[in-house]
């Protein structure tokens, strides 16, 4: 098993520190930046149909859920078309309105959660198209699809979900940039410098990973908190749901993500001196709102983790401790900036004495509804 974990002490480091490799080869053989090409062999038959989607709908669960928020975000913002993301659950159990012309990408690890099959089973029956977003080749909800994308993180053994979900970001972004492409909703340079940010973002990511020591401390100055907060806007907002969930999972300390600025609508209450807030704090269109949401935490005494972008000089003074991250358009930023998420509940995990590849309850791929 020592071999397995390539010299790390868990699957799930193993697992953290592999995406520079797997976000390469999420990319490989699709992206080529410097001829400013793109090609998705899996959708290509279906173009037609995508880009001319009325809507579409992401169906997924946990983590996956969460990367179909950050693309709700992308395909909107590139492509025009109206998103709505669906707990594969919900959707399947309460009749949605679904019909011609609408889309459904159904993203999953496993490809065999219950929840997603079943959602897109009943889909399909009322004539929706059905793409798949999966990292197992050949699973379930890949072979129910009629399209699709494999993430290409190779197999992922950690419960707790990480390398899947940055290949899945980054499988999303290549469909959002290409539908963009083909519906002419995005100008030439922006396709070409988001092409440009993609290539760069597994590089960006190793550097990432360096902050692992320094994460490591951080993980060990809160690891006794009770309750953990975690606040992002915009791409970050799905971040700040992940950081939480990845938290929970492992550690068993309870961590709610929320949108920075519905803080002031309840979880403000709960901020004191007690109170640990992971908040992600890059440079995009929403960093003056996220400074003014880091004063009114500051202001309540709580204690304030921000994730910054490299150069960032208005935030560290102003918080307990810095995470600093590179540079990137805010669209890709989600895959940099959910690293030091990943390792912060990985050694707060780590550090109480928990099996972090097995935790308690969770299973790695849901079979049941
Ligand atoms: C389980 C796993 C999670 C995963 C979720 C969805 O709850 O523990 O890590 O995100 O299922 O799984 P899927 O394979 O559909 O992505």
């Not at 100008?187 to 692992?212: C, P, T, W, Y």
């Not at 020591?213 to 907002?237: C, M, P, Q, S, T």
Request: proline content about 4%.
């Amino acid at each position: 098993a020592a071999i397995e974990k390539g010299g790390y002490d868990h699957f799930m480091l193993k697992e953290i520190f592999e995406q520079p490799q797997t976000i390469h080869d999420s990319l490989r053989g699709r992206l080529d930046a410097p001829k400013g090409t793109l090609t998705l062999g899996g959708i290509r038959e279906h173009m037609d149909l995508l880009k001319n989607a009325k809507r579409i709908i992401i169906v997924a669960c946990g983590t996956s859920w969460h990367a179909g928020l950050v693309a709700e975000y992308m395909i909107e913002e590139l492509c025009r078309i109206p998103v709505e993301v669906e707990y594969a659950s919900e959707f399947r159990y309460r009749n949605p309105v679904i019909g011609q012309g609408d889309v459904i990408i159904a993203v999953s690890q496993s490809g065999e959660t219950a929840d997603t099959l079943v959602a897109i089973e009943s889909a399909k029956q009322k004539g929706a198209i059905i793409l798949g977003v999966c990292n197992v080749v050949g699973s379930s909800i890949a072979r129910m699809s009629d399209a699709g994308a494999y993430t290409h993180a190779g197999p992922e053994i950690g419960v707790a979900s990480t390398k899947a979900f940055t290949a899945q970001l980054t499988v999303l972004a290549l469909i959002g940039l290409k539908v963009a492409m083909e519906r002419g909703s995005i100008s030439g340079q922006r396709f070409q410098h988001l092409l440009n940010e993609m290539d760069q973002v597994s590089k960006k990511v190793a550097i990432a990973l360096k902050l692992n020591d320094h994460v490591k401390e951080i993980a060990e100055k809160y690891k006794d908190a009770r309750d953990f907060l975690y606040l992002g806007r915009g791409y970050n907002f799905p971040v700040a749901l992940e950081g939480a969930l990845k938290l929970k999972e492992i550690s068993y300390i309870h961590a709610e993500g929320y949108p920075a600025a519905e803080m002031k609508h309840g979880p403000i209450a709960l901020v004191d001196e007690n109170l640990p807030v992971v908040i992600v704090a890059t440079k995009d269109s929403f960093y003056e709102k996220v400074v003014s949401n880091i004063q009114e935490i500051k202001a309540r005494k709580g204690k304030v983790i921000a994730v910054v972008t490299e150069g960032d000089t208005t935030i560290p003074p102003m918080v307990d401790d810095v995470i600093v991250v590179p540079a990137a358009d805010e669209l890709v930023a989600p895959i940099i900036s959910v690293i030091p998420l990943q390792l912060l509940a990985y050694h707060i995990g780590v550090s109480k004495g928990y099996d972090v590849d097995k935790p308690r309850n969770l299973a790695k791929s849901v079979t049941v509804e």
